[in-house]
């Protein structure tokens, strides 16, 4: 079964700032990969997914993602943080050939400094 | 762009009492599903819907829950007595692809369940 790993669950960094959001997973193949953000209150938007390709995948409001093989790694990158980016952001990995089913990371709560 | 649409945005059901939460996926969707989020926990995984049946459910998933499509637009939940323990924000997802892919997966704005 798969599983996702977010190890930071809090992250604060000044605005204006780099981001990396850190997310491992375990699976047995490749699997389908994505980036997901929850305001306070909301619901869950999609950021980027990674399906095949191109392992640097480019998202929404300014975020990337790159897939590393090698480390089971999928790790959230954006070069300049605005305030407006304070959220939770999940990882989530979903099986290929089993189902549609995604599983979650626990999360990563960023605040951003002034 | 097409969405996930669910009713009602907040719901407050004493103890013991049935609850009915619904969701309208994207028309063309073919997979409907429903995953949960206790205050300040993971998203988790309920159960997955495709041709009218279950296809897939979590532990989490036991008797007292089960999931309809009554007509051709709507997907439900019920919980049929609910506990303390079942408060969280429920999320109702569809994807447009076949088992086994993801396109077009997308989730609804949830509505928080409070039990009391």
């Known amino acids: 079964a798969q599983s996702v790993t977010q190890p930071d669950i809090h992250i604060t960094v000044s605005e204006g700032a780099s981001l990396e959001l850190r997310c491992n997973y375990s699976y047995g193949a490749t699997p389908y990969l994505f980036w997901y953000v929850q305001s306070p209150g909301q619901g869950l938007q999609l950021l980027l997914k990674y399906f095949s390709g191109d392992t640097l995948v480019q998202g929404i409001k300014g975020f990337e993602a790159e897939f590393k093989r090698s480390q089971s790694s999928f790790n959230l990158r954006k070069p300049s943080v605005h305030w407006s980016d304070a959220a939770e952001y999940f990882c989530?990995?979903?099986?290929?050939?089993?189902?549609?089913?995604?599983?979650f990371g626990g999360g990563t709560r960023l605040m951003v400094k002034p | 762009e097409p969405e996930v649409t669910q009713t009602p945005s907040h719901q407050v059901t004493q103890m013991g009492q049935e609850v009915i939460l619904r969701c309208v996926p994207i028309s063309n969707h073919l997979y409907f599903y429903w995953y949960r989020q206790i205050l300040g926990q993971k998203v988790e995984f309920l159960v997955s819907?495709?041709?009218?049946?279950?296809?897939?459910k979590s532990e989490i998933f036991d008797d007292q829950f089960s999931v309809e499509r009554p007509d051709g637009s709507n997907f439900t939940l019920k919980i049929r007595s609910t506990k303390l323990e079942d408060s969280a924000m429920y999320f109702c997802?569809?994807?447009?692809?076949?088992?086994?892919?993801?396109?077009?997966?997308?989730f609804g704005s949830g509505t928080r369940l409070t039990v009391v």
């Open positions: 819907f495709y041709n009218n049946e279950i296809s897939e």
């Open positions: 997802a569809s994807s447009e692809a076949l088992r086994g892919d993801y396109y077009g997966y997308t």
């Open positions: 989530a990995v979903g099986a290929r050939n089993a189902g549609n089913m995604l599983t």
